[in-house]
């Protein structure tokens, strides 16, 4: 499949068959518009904001917008399930994939986990095992254009295996962890581990 430009897009709409299950999770309805979800409105990216990555790693990393654009880029076809009962099936995102970050951030042996911080004070967590997985993208475009300011631009992650609270919008930090953190909605009763197919809505 390529998209308009003549890009390749990798289609990920098919993660479910991995849990054998139906492609729209149980209890989750789908939905034609794209819904903003957003703790506490849409915060401003400045120019002096960029992407911070540090923890346990060899190389701390500060990425201007400009530097993550000039990573090798992907575009892949993905669903995206909120924890809250909806789901949108094929949208269409453009980034760099996390696993390009752990390459260059030379992550170290040590490191089990990442807590996502974003400019808006949100924070949400993974297994590091979850992160490098093929469909996790740092995302700066929707559908052809740059990703809307409400729905995380200019860069947000998006987590297509796992219900959406596991992307950040707005996200300005990666820290490597050697033991599990927990995030914003983590520590307020929603599941560690987040998986649409499994209804991991709270732990
Ligand atoms: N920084 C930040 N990221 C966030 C949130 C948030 O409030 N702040 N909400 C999460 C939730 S609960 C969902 S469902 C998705 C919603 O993404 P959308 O607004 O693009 O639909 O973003 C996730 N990432
Ligand atoms: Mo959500």
Redesign the pocket.
């Known amino acids: 499949m390529t998209d308009s430009q003549g890009a390749a897009v990798e289609d990920h709409t098919d993660l479910y068959r991995e849990y054998g299950a139906d492609r729209v999770p149980p209890g989750q309805r789908e939905t034609d518009t ?7 409105g849409t ?1 401003s990216w400045g120019p002096d904001d960029a992407l911070e990555v540090w923890g346990a790693v060899d190389e701390p990393l500060t990425l201007s917008l400009e530097a993550v654009r000039s990573l090798p880029a992907v575009t892949q076809r993905q669903d ?1 399930h ?3 009962g909806w789901s ?1 099936l094929d949208c269409r995102f453009t980034g760099v994939r996390f696993a390009e970050l752990t390459e260059r951030a030379g992550v170290d042996d040590d490191a089990v986990h990442v807590v996502f911080h ?5 924070t ?1 967590d993974l297994p590091l095992s979850e992160c490098t997985r093929e469909s996790v993208l740092l995302a700066y475009g929707y559908d052809g254009d740059d990703l809307p300011a ?3 631009g200019p860069l ?2 998006v987590t297509p295996h796992k ?9 300005s930090g990666v820290e490597f962890c050697t033991e599990p953190k927990r995030g ?2 983590e520590k307020r009763g929603y599941s560690d581990t987040a998986n649409p197919w499994n209804e991991e809505r709270y732990s």
């Open positions: 794209f819904p903003v979800l957003s703790k506490s915060p995206f909120c924890v809250t949108k974003a400019l808006d004070g949100y949400t409400d729905h995380g947000r992650v219900y959406a609270y596991k992307g950040a919008k707005w996200v914003y909605w």
